[in-house]
C-alpha cells in the first residue's frame, strides 16, 4: 500500500495570507491529485498533475508536482474564507489508474 | 444531471446490529469506490469495482462487511454486525474509468455512529 503524507495536519490562518500544504511519499506516482472536502460533504476534484516537475494554478491556487514524481505541494495565495476545508492529495500507481490512495488530509482554517 | 446519491445521509445503531448503505452511481459511470472516513483524516478504499466485478476489496473486512453492484449499477455496502469503531462517514464515489486517473465524483456520504 502506498501511503501519501500531508503536512501540516491543521493549519489556521488570517485572511490575506499565504500558504503552502505539502504531500509526500516514497512512492512513485504515475498522477496525483488534489481534492477539497467541505463539512457534510464528499471532496470535490481541484487538479490532475501527471508530469513530473509540471505546475498548475488555478486562480489562487498554484499546484506542482515534484520531478520524481513521489512528492507534491499546494500553494495558495491570499486565502480567503471560503478556501476553509479539508484538502486530499491522492495518487495513483503507475499502471494503476483506478487504485488511487488518499493523504492524510490537510484542514485549512480561514480566519475573517 | 444528477450527483453521486447515497442514502441515508445519518445512521445511528447500536452495537452488534447490522447496517446497509445505499449508493446510486453517475450515470455511465463504470467505476465505483467504497470508502470509509474518520473525522479530518483522508477516506480509505474499502472496495472498488469495475462494472459488477470486484476488482480491490483487499481492505473490506471481510468477516463483517459485504457489498455488491448489481447489473454494474447500483451499489449496497453493508456491515453485519456493526461495531464502535466502525462508526464513521462512509463515502461513495464513481469515475468513468478507463486507462488514465480520471475525476471520481464524491456523494454527500452516510454518517454512522455505533452506540
Known amino acids: 500500500t502506498q501511503l501519501l503524507e500531508q503536512s501540516p495536519q491543521f493549519l489556521s490562518i488570517q485572511e490575506g495570507e499565504n500558504l503552502t500544504v505539502y504531500c509526500n511519499s516514497s512512492?512513485?506516482?504515475?498522477?496525483l491529485q488534489w481534492y477539497r472536502q467541505e463539512p457534510g460533504e464528499g471532496p470535490v476534484l481541484l487538479v490532475t498533475v501527471v508530469t513530473g516537475g509540471e505546475v498548475k494554478k488555478l486562480k489562487r491556487l498554484t499546484f506542482q508536482f515534484g520531478d520524481a514524481r513521489k512528492d507534491s505541494s499546494l500553494h495558495i495565495t491570499a486565502a480567503q474564507p471560503g478556501d476553509t476545508g479539508l484538502y486530499l492529495c491522492?495518487?495513483?500507481?503507475?499502471?494503476?489508474?483506478?487504485?488511487?490512495?488518499f493523504g492524510t488530509g490537510t484542514k485549512l482554517q480561514v480566519i475573517p | 444531471e444528477a450527483g453521486v446519491v447515497q442514502s441515508p445521509r445519518y445512521k445511528i445503531i447500536e452495537k452488534k446490529q447490522p447496517v446497509a448503505f445505499w449508493c446510486n452511481p453517475i450515470s455511465g459511470h463504470n467505476t465505483l469506490y467504497w470508502y470509509r472516513q474518520n473525522l479530518g483524516q483522508g477516506p480509505e478504499l474499502l472496495i472498488r469495482?469495475?462494472?459488477?466485478?470486484?476488482?480491490?476489496d483487499s481492505q473490506l473486512p471481510k468477516d463483517r462487511f459485504s457489498a455488491e453492484r448489481l447489473k454494474g449499477v447500483d451499489s449496497t455496502l453493508k456491515i453485519q454486525p456493526a461495531e464502535l469503531g466502525d462508526s464513521a462517514v462512509y463515502l461513495c464515489?464513481?469515475?468513468?474509468?478507463?486507462?488514465?486517473?480520471?475525476?471520481?465524483?464524491f456523494g454527500p456520504g452516510t454518517r454512522l455512529t455505533v452506540l
Open positions: 464515489a464513481s469515475s468513468l474509468g478507463g486507462p488514465t486517473l480520471g475525476e471520481q465524483f
Open positions: 512512492s512513485v506516482f504515475s498522477s
Open positions: 491522492a495518487g495513483a500507481p503507475t499502471g494503476g489508474y483506478q487504485k488511487v490512495t
Open positions: 469495482y469495475e462494472n459488477e466485478e470486484a476488482v480491490d
